[in-house]
């Protein structure tokens, strides 16, 4: 656990914070989400029922949880939810479609590597260095894991997000041009991230 002035950054979902973690993620990433998983009550409702609240690290204020970042390693991701999950809260007919839509979206770490998720920050936080605070526990995660790097994707359409991670030392390695979701995702590009895990790191 750390804290800087009001904010404490913890590993893991705080007992009861499944929804309002679900609403955060659906806030920040409902316009991917949405062709696979809305509209959003049902999307909210389907993401907080299937969390694995060990794969994520928040930062909480007076209590509150004001951000999230989850991350996939050992094959389980923050947000979960087998195909089995989406065809029975969604029915066949509707679900099959939704299904080869989050295919899209998977991503699958490699050996020693940890997958970050996304970071979702509650707007009413952002400019307290929250975005920041969560990058470096994620860090201190991966390097308590032994992993040697930290990856992860941001789109074309959130640059903000890109500035934050070049900063904290992730560094472009391609670039998936996919102009086939701009009109359904609202996205036309994908840049995978990485920075090294480095010595010291770990925090736990």
Do not use: Q
């Not at 914070?17 to 659906?26: K, M, V």
């Not at 809305?38 to 993401?47: D, S």
């Not at 400019?127 to 894991?145: H, R, W």
């Amino acid at each position: 656990m750390r804290a800087s002035k009001a904010v404490e950054i913890r590993r893991g979902l705080p007992a009861g914070a499944g929804r309002r973690a679900a609403e955060l993620y659906w806030e920040a990433f409902g316009r991917k989400l949405g062709p696979a998983l809305g509209p959003r009550e049902r999307g909210v409702a389907f993401v907080a029922a299937h969390l694995n609240h060990d794969r994520a690290v928040t930062a909480l204020a007076g209590g509150r949880l004001v951000g999230v970042a989850g991350y996939r390693h050992g094959g389980r991701a923050l947000v979960g939810g087998s195909p089995a999950d989406v065809l029975n809260a969604y029915g066949w007919l509707a679900g099959l479609p939704r299904l080869a839509l989050l295919a899209l979206l998977e991503r699958e770490e490699s050996a020693r590597e940890l997958v970050m998720d996304g970071i979702a920050v509650d707007p009413a936080s952002r400019g307290m260095g929250v975005g920041g605070l969560l990058l470096e526990e994620v860090s201190a995660v991966a390097a308590d894991l032994g992993c040697l790097r930290v990856r992860l994707d941001v789109v074309d359409t959130n640059p903000r997000a890109r500035a934050l991670y070049e900063r904290r030392g992730f560094r472009a390695t391609g670039t998936e041009r996919t102009p086939f979701l701009r009109e359904l995702m609202g996205f036309g590009a994908v840049t995978r991230m990485s920075r090294p895990v480095t010595a010291g790191e770990g925090g736990r």
